[in-house]
């Protein structure tokens, strides 16, 4: 996808616990060059955060 980051590293990077897409391009190098990336990237992202969330025990009140 963007400096050798798959959108695999990026679904793994999501499962690990990063939050949010600047934390991402921290961590990975994704998408902090040109920018041609970031949409596709960002929504992959975002995407894998979802199914994490919807993977995540429920608490009772």
Do not use: K, W
């Not at 600047?22 to 961590?27: D, G, K, S, T």
């Amino acid at each position: 996808m963007c400096n050798a980051v798959t959108d695999h590293d990026i679904r793994r990077e999501a499962a690990d616990g990063v939050q949010t897409f600047a934390e991402l391009q921290a961590r990975t190098g994704c998408s902090d060059c040109c920018g041609c990336c970031g949409d596709e990237a960002r929504a992959t992202f975002e995407q894998a955060r979802r199914q994490v969330l919807c993977q995540l025990p429920l608490v009772a009140a």
